[in-house]
């Protein structure tokens, strides 16, 4: 039984399910890029106020780029949630006995379908800047959460071989103070987002023109597109230093727990791109290739402080005890 029990623990990925988790985090990403252009080309439009028609029609005339760039994004949508839902029950049927698998695979699902009724509902009512936001926010949960069941596998495939991984880092112990720092920076990160979004989506980027001052004024205020503006310019200054106080801070746990520093030390950098990207968006009159460099490394960002979340978490191995009455008599037969 110990025999048994020690290649439930051990079983290793299989190489195909752990690239797939790969295309299905760079369609995810895909998906995601595609719809912030469908919207800043106000293409969100091209087929009508129709879903899943477009223009009335299942086949409408290709006469028009808004057109053509809608419907590639309601197809890539389509394809790469299928791609990803493909991939999560995969996981889920050979790894469900860990709760990471479960949780990221059950987030990346729900959000998924909650992401693509919101963007039904963005065409059906002419794309309120609100229901965008949302469509964002839920996208990036939805593409973490496949990006980290991936990262999960990768993981414990070394992990399974015996070599040095992040599930390793996870078994030792963290101070709860690093532990809130780390997850109360994602809160604030996720939070900055949908102030962005309302920047976006309410077309308030040119009301602070000029960088790093708004209007030639050092503040402006906050009331209206200008206020709103600049209280996104300040959040990002806010989240510059919280990455900072966080790579101070893990600095003391940089030897026992070298991926969150590193981390840290690569959730710096990004935000200074950001910041950096942010700038070229106001300085070049909100031009498209700007827009969409700023929200690509928006998606790198958020990936790399999701995973910093994730390595909060302390690693479990699973047993057969913990595994379901299927797996247990597929061990069993295996070994007989």
Not at 285 to 304: C, E, G, Q, R
Request: glycine fraction near 8%; aromatic fraction near 14%; charged fraction near 10%.
């Amino acid at each position: 039984m110990n025999h048994v029990q020690l290649s439930a623990e051990k079983s290793r990925p299989a190489r195909y399910l752990k690239w797939f988790g790969v295309f299905s985090s760079v369609g995810m990403f895909i998906i995601n890029f595609i719809g912030f252009l469908d919207t800043q080309t106000n293409s969100a439009e091209g087929c009508g106020p129709d879903w899943p028609l477009c223009n009335g029609q299942i086949l409408p005339s290709l006469n028009n780029i808004h057109v053509i760039i809608e419907l590639m994004h309601r197809f890539l949508v389509g394809f790469f949630a299928v791609v990803a839902v493909v991939f999560v029950v995969w996981a889920l049927m050979k790894f469900r006995r860990f709760r990471e698998v479960r949780i990221f695979a059950w987030f990346a699902i729900g959000f998924i379908v909650v992401q693509s009724l919101l963007g039904a509902l963005a065409v059906v009512f002419v794309n309120p800047p609100e229901v965008l936001a949302l469509h964002l926010g839920f996208g990036l949960i939805a593409m973490g959460a496949i990006a980290l069941l991936t990262v999960f596998l990768f993981q414990y495939d070394h992990y399974a071989a015996e070599e040095v991984s992040g599930l390793n880092y996870r078994t030792q112990f963290l101070p709860k103070s690093l532990i809130h720092l780390i997850r109360w920076t994602w809160v604030y990160m996720y939070a900055d987002i949908y102030l962005g979004s309302d920047v976006a989506f309410h077309n308030a980027g040119t009301a602070c023109t000029g960088w790093p001052l708004c209007n030639g004024e050092i503040f402006p205020g906050l009331l209206g597109n200008v206020g709103l503006a600049f209280a996104h310019r300040l959040a990002a200054i806010g989240f510059a230093v919280l990455s900072i106080w966080l790579m101070i801070a893990l600095n003391g746990v940089k030897k026992e727990r070298p991926d969150l520093y590193k981390g840290a030390q690569a959730l710096f950098v990004m935000i200074l791109l950001q910041i950096f990207s942010g700038a070229w968006v106001i300085l070049s009159n909100i031009s498209l290739n700007a827009d969409l460099l700023h929200v690509s490394l928006l998606m790198v960002l958020f990936t790399v402080l999701s995973y910093l979340f994730l390595q909060t978490y302390p690693f479990r191995e699973a047993t057969v005890k913990n595994s379901s009455e299927r797996e247990k008599q597929t061990l069993l037969h295996s070994y007989k």
